[in-house]
């Protein structure tokens, strides 16, 4: 990113962190959960607490009081896909922290998505930019008399 860019785009003032689940087709997506991270640390915690939190929904304990009998399939049967099992390994995965750790300290994105049968779910890191003072834009963007 040139100076000139930074400028106009203020100095990063932390991350915006979200959970989505969308259709594969991508003709419906619902917010499940946002998070303002003050810093690399704090998104990594709400990451490993989402995924964590997700896997349960989607593949809870087969002992939990709520879950009806006819819900208990075994996943990752018959061809399915384990999306749980997924979202649960992210929490000890040092590769992704990483990736997550220099998207943060670079200001740039980062997206971890998994899917099952019929949805996607994805957890996505983006750099939150300060409001830059108007004269400052204006002296990145006006043009130099001659």
């Known amino acids: 990113m040139t100076r000139g860019a930074r400028r106009l785009l203020g100095s990063v003032r932390g991350s915006w962190c979200e959970a989505t689940v969308a259709e594969l087709d991508?003709?419906?997506e619902w917010l499940l959960a946002g998070y303002?991270?003050?810093?690399?640390?704090?998104?990594?915690?709400?990451?490993?607490w989402q995924t964590q939190r997700l896997a349960g929904l989607i593949d809870p304990d087969p002992d939990t009081p709520w879950l009806p009998e006819l819900a208990r399939v075994p996943v990752g049967s018959a061809g399915r896909s384990d999306a749980a099992a997924a979202l649960r390994r992210w929490a000890d995965d040092v590769h992704e922290h990483a990736r997550l750790t220099r998207a943060a300290s670079e200001g740039s994105?980062?997206?971890f998505t998994v899917?099952?049968?019929?949805?996607?779910y994805t957890l996505?890191?983006?750099p939150l930019h300060s409001v830059p003072c108007p004269s400052a834009?204006?002296?990145v963007t006006s043009v130099p008399r001659a």
């Open 109 to 111: 994105l980062y997206v």
């Open 115 to 120: 899917t099952d049968d019929s949805l996607r």
């Open 36 to 48: 303002h991270a003050r810093g690399a640390r704090h998104a990594r915690r709400w990451f490993r």
């Open 124 to 126: 996505s890191h983006r």
């Open 137 to 139: 834009v204006a002296s």
């Open 26 to 28: 991508r003709s419906r």
